[in-house]
């Protein structure tokens, strides 16, 4: 274990679990499903970009992409996956909202124009519209956004708003209450009912600085008398600058920082589960020393996957029988091949306490069948496939 992750998250007061007797009552199971939602198109097109004119082109071409990847009926894909497995709790990640405001100043098509009308849509909305009531919005934490992005189509100026957000939504029979962090003074940049991390990648652009936060958000929820507490997060890529190894610090950092808050404010009595895109694969190598980062990092950069296991953390996806690898990204952008591409395995579902026993542990949205349905060209809910799985805990009694 490397030293300055034991220095950094095994802060925690000097307490312990003790199970219960043998025979002792095996506690109701959580069931639980992560799910990256997906734009729409790669966003990086447009950030990229080196000049005027290349921003714009790449821009509207990210928004005609976003119409052609049909995001309604991919959110109806996706519903229809969440009725199917019937979680009690939903983690998603990417839950875009994309807007278009017209100038004022002039009476052309602009957001009208109908290669990019179809763009702009919010996909929260659609879930839960699609979702017809059984399940509501929990939590969320508003990650990255852009109010106020000008782009010409066809010759008419407009501007493009895009919000990123991770959202809980439990299922209607489940009562969740968000996590206040901010209220247990662990929060240093509260956003909605969550935070974003103090590490952030800042990005150059023909329109500025842009913040890529990512962030976290969790609720408490208590089903047939057993406590959690459930988390969903959406880690920075692994390498940001693909030329430099040390960009691998973003998501590092920002898992050590979430880490370290879960295992300091969680009370005894729940269950810790956390659940998300992590952008990270248990095969992922991590940096050995010496670095040339300040402390505490000039001692090797730990991968998000393995500051989870090192810290206590159980990867479900582990505990079910069989050798499946589990992958669950990427698509392509467009979602249109006929054959899936995935194979990194970096969504996933962590369990603090470990489960007496998991059922169900599966990927969903990796086959053809469930791709959106014709006439239309069939596509892929997403370029991530979701995970699933029901977890089932002893009860703990907490004894100091």
């Not at 996957?305 to 206590?312: A, D, T």
């Amino acid at each position: 274990m490397k030293k300055y992750f034991c220095a950094l998250i095994f802060l925690v007061s000097h307490s312990f679990f003790v199970y219960p007797a043998a025979g002792a009552n095996i506690a109701p199971s959580i069931k639980i499903m992560t799910q990256n939602q997906y734009i729409g198109f790669a966003i990086e097109r447009f950030l990229a970009a080196s000049d005027p004119a290349s921003f714009n082109a790449a821009l509207v071409a990210a928004l005609q992409i976003a119409v052609a990847t049909k995001t309604a009926d991919r959110m109806q894909a996706l519903a229809n996956e969440i009725t199917k497995e019937q979680p009690a709790i939903v983690a998603l990640q990417e839950v875009v909202q994309l807007q278009c405001i017209d100038s004022v100043h002039t009476s052309g098509v602009g957001c009208s124009d109908p290669s990019i009308a179809a763009a702009f849509s919010d996909h929260l909305q659609l879930t839960l519209d699609d979702l017809h009531g059984t399940y509501v919005e929990a939590a969320q934490v508003v990650n990255f956004s852009f109010p106020a992005i000008p782009f010409v189509i066809n010759g008419v100026p407009a501007q493009l708003s895009f919000v990123d957000r991770d959202v809980i939504l439990a299922r209607e029979d489940v009562d969740a209450t968000p996590v206040n962090f901010q209220s247990l003074g662990v929060c240093s940049k509260p956003s909605a009912d969550g935070c974003n991390y103090s590490s952030v990648l800042v990005v150059m652009t023909l329109v500025g600085t842009i913040d890529i936060e990512r962030g976290f958000v969790a609720i408490d929820t208590t089903i047939d008398g057993k406590d959690y507490r459930v988390v969903t997060t959406h880690l920075e890529i692994q390498r940001p600058d693909p030329t430099n190894p040390l960009s691998q610090l973003f998501q590092a950092a920002q898992v050590a920082e979430l880490l370290q808050i879960l295992l300091n404010t969680t009370p005894l009595d729940r269950s810790v589960v956390v659940a998300g895109d992590m952008n990270s694969n248990p095969r992922d190598p991590d940096i050995p020393e010496p670095l040339p980062l300040p402390a505490p990092f000039n001692s090797g950069i730990v991968t998000p996957y393995h500051q989870f296991v090192e810290s206590g953390f159980t990867d479900i996806w582990e505990l079910r029988p069989g050798n499946l690898p589990g992958d669950t990204c990427c698509q392509p952008e467009d979602l249109t091949n006929r054959l899936s591409t995935l194979d990194q395995r970096i969504d996933m579902i962590f369990s603090l306490e470990l489960p007496a026993k998991v059922k169900g542990v599966r990927v969903v949205g990796d086959k053809a069948s469930d791709k959106t349905p014709p006439p239309d060209v069939r596509l892929w809910p997403s370029d991530h496939a979701g995970l699933t799985g029901e977890l089932q805990f002893q009860l703990l009694t907490a004894q100091r």
